[in-house]
T-cell receptor
Framework: DSGVTQTPKHLITATGQRVTLRCSPRSGDLSVYWYQQSLDQGLQFLIQYYNGEERAKGNILERFSAQQFPDLHSELNLSSLELGDSALYFC?????????????FGPGTRLTVT | EDQVTQSPEALRLQEGESSSLNCSYTVSGLRGLFWYRQDPGKGPEFLFTLYSAGEEKEKERLKATLTKKESFLHITAPKPEDSATYLCAVQLRGGATNKLIFGTGTLLAVQP
């Protein structure tokens, strides 16, 4: 158990809908990362937050957004969902925003768009 | 473009048959190289961080090494419970983020 929690574990929804994925980092970690894992693309970095502020963006679609709250949990919002958004979404956390710190991953949310 | 390539894509071993997985990288500047293990449907589990060429780290039957262009994950006398996908990732030097750039992984199957 990494100490990172994610809810829900599974999500099935229809095209055009909007969903919210939730992540709680390990105790003491200030940085949260979101990654998407699909069969053809592997693990891709989406976005990073550090202590409530956006730190870096990867290949995140405009339909996707995220935030980190004062209690450091984070939410990833996916809207106008398409079939191609079906994937595993992982949250990871680390102690700090820069430097070489290990990232610990949560169990993931499996999103299926039908 | 920063890139991480892992080989082979899949590897099947007999229990006790040692082998190595390869991770080659082309990056503008390396801050650290990470190895993770991922079981089906689960999140990646951290194994090792390597920082500079010549560095080695060990954990049970696994040993990770790093050169200026690649890293190897050596598996000695593997057991069926070592079956998993092994992911390599790099962090780039410079900038305020320590996002990870992942390879596509090596799927290891160890047969009893």
């Amino acid at each position: 158990d990494s100490g990172v929690t994610q809810t829900p574990k599974h999500l099935i929804t229809a095209t055009g809908q909007r969903v919210t994925l939730r992540c709680s980092p390990r105790s003491g970690d200030l940085s949260v990362y979101w990654y998407q894992q699909s069969l053809d693309q592997g693990l891709q970095f989406l976005i990073q937050y550090y202590n409530g502020e956006e730190r870096a963006k990867g290949n995140i679609l405009e339909r996707f957004s995220a935030q980190q709250f004062p209690d450091l949990h984070s939410e990833l919002n996916l809207s106008s969902l398409e079939l191609g958004d079906s994937a595993l979404y992982f949250c990871a956390s680390s102690v700090a925003g820069g430097g070489t710190y290990e990232q610990y991953f949560g169990p993931g949310t499996r999103l299926t768009v039908t | 473009e920063d890139q991480v390539t892992q080989s082979p894509e899949a590897l099947r071993l007999q229990e006790g048959e040692s082998s190595s997985l390869n991770c080659s990288y082309t990056v503008s500047g390396l801050r650290g190289l990470f190895w993770y293990r991922q079981d089906p449907g689960k999140g990646p589990e951290f194994l090792f961080t390597l920082y500079s060429a010549g560095e080695e780290k060990e954990k049970e039957r696994l040993k990770a090494t790093l050169t200026k262009k690649e890293s190897f994950l050596h598996i000695t006398a593997p057991k069926p419970e070592d079956s998993a996908t092994y992911l390599c990732a790099v962090q780039l030097r410079g900038g305020a983020t320590n996002k990870l750039i992942f390879g596509t992984g090596t799927l290891l199957a160890v047969q009893p």
